[in-house]
């Protein structure tokens, strides 16, 4: 080839499947970009992933024991101030090295049950999921919870009672049909048979990046059910709603379709509502459930328990 040849070639540039290929690549990478940000469900602090594009910004970073196991979204922060009520600022190693060698330690957030699981790993559960216990798909504490009894929650004028142990809500022993467990740490729901010993799982909808939750803490102090609650605010993009918590446990309806931005955020952080008035535009109320009675006593951990030895009918 010719000096002449090479300044032809030059001068008409890259053939056409060469800009079909630049183009297609820098469509697939606008394509993924615009997946991560807005085609995933991003979960909020303490919520389950997979990878960091799962959490969302005010939790950007998916924090997992190994590579096989689910993790939980987390962000880093000062020990020893806690994260949220249920989730704890604890020193971690990371896998990045100082100029000594040793492993960078950092705090980061890690909701309680996530510590609960690791501690009855290393008893001897091995290959056992984080959240899951030896005989459950569920981990049922053994001990107290702080939030701990039946409640009868009343909603549209009508009445329904709940168990509740801690994060862990189901349907009242006297209700008929299966029984309905939600784990609300990771909003999954089982149905069990207990004739047929069976169950299915589900996992109700996670919440979108724009579902961010605003929460102010007002400090006032209320009396719902005959138990002080604390007033928190809580606005999101669907509107403003005024909850009375308690902390130490959370609630989740078993039998709800979805979970609403708000509700999701008081169950990570483990803040119990007596009562949720739903605001309107101009501050007038649209919406009210309450606890009208809450009779703290101690459950019996079968109560809660999927069995492992129950068969997934989902499958």
Known sequence: MTEQDDDDLSKKGPGPLRKVLVVGAVLACAGFWLWTRYGVTKQPLGGPCTWAIDCAKDAPRCMRPDIDEPGICSRACVPPDDCAPGIRCVEVELDAKDDKGNYVKEGTCVPQTFLDARKAKARGDAGIPKGESADSWVEVSETESPIEGEIVLRRAGAEKTFLVKGALVRTAESEAGPRKVIDTSSLRVFTLDDKKRSYTATVLGGRAASDEVTVTKTGKKERVADRECELWELLDKRG????????????????????????????????????????????????????????????????????????????
Not at 268 to 294: I, N, S
């Open 240 to 315: 403003k709603h005024i909850a009375c918590v308690v902390s130490g446990g959370a609630f989740v309806d078993p039998n709800a379709a979805s979970v609403p931005p708000w509700m999701q955020e008081l169950a990570v952080r483990t803040a119990l509502p007596l009562r949720v008035v739903e605001l309107d535009a101009k501050g007038h109320e649209t919406t009210r459930a309450e606890v009208t009675r809450f009779s703290p006593r101690r459950l019996d951990r079968s109560l809660f328990l999927v069995p492992k030895s129950y068969k997934n009918a989902g499958r």
